[in-house]
């Protein structure tokens, strides 16, 4: 009886399923628009000219689109949880109400759209986190990349800051001195604010007390090389914070860190003698910042005096 031939093996079905990413391509497009007008310097007011204008709307209706695209592959909407769904939903109908009594309604309805379309991405995002097979990993890579972002940004700011207002400062002063005339420095004079690369200092100040605790945590959660690389960002990304000084901004990033402060020592996540020493540096900080800028020592010192603030608006 002639020898049974080896039978060829038969490979078992593909456990892999499709691919998990559909719209991959949207998504890069849409993160590389988002970083593009986040460093783009004066992007305020590119943002109201051709072609940047035509730009910017077309990646406000991708992200809408994207958000489609994710409620079919999930074939709902997810959700974000913990009462934020709420909190939009109200921001939502306020946002319509401003609408209806708006003196300038063509502005009002694009702003409106502007908002609904960033309302859009986010829910988008939640969707697709929620197709991920490890959506803890995805996360951290996408914080990780934030802060890359973040980065840019200070870095952006602080180089535009440096030769395009302190130098010529310091051209003016010397031309100034040779006439007999002396020209000192003040954070009080608008134009010697950090307004790059955004176009207003309240709006770089603003950007800086979201990304200050970012790049926190990923001081946090990374170890030799990187922990130092994103230790140099947050020391980069408080200098930039000093030079806008913006009193708003140092209101919410003395909020922020107050509510740290009391968050990490209720939930006793650190040792004690971490705990108070990193409190105290972060007290010192607001101190320094206070005690080194004459704008806002101005109005601090008014504020205790009882005097108030100056009669200028919080900026």
Known sequence: MAADSPSTPVSPPSS???SRNPGRLLGLLMAL??????????GNSLLVSWPWVFVWQTWLWLTVLWCLWQIGLNKRLIFLGLGFDWLLLVLAIAVAVGNMTAQFSAQAHWHSWTLLAFLAGLYGLRGWLKIQPQPLVTINKLLTWQGYVGFAFIVISLLLWFTQTLIPFWQSAAIAKEMGLTKTFSFGVLELQNWAPIGHQNYVAGYLVLILPLLSVLIWLNQGKKRWFWAMALALGLIDFYTTSSRGGLLGLATLLLLAIIGVG???RLPWLWWLSLSSMAIAVVGIFIGTNDRLLTSFTGIMGGKGRDSSPIV
Do not use: A, I, K, V
């Open 16 to 18: 892999t399923l499709p």
């Open 266 to 268: 209720l939930l006793r």
């Open 33 to 42: 628009l988002y970083g593009l007008f986040t460093l783009l310097p004066n």
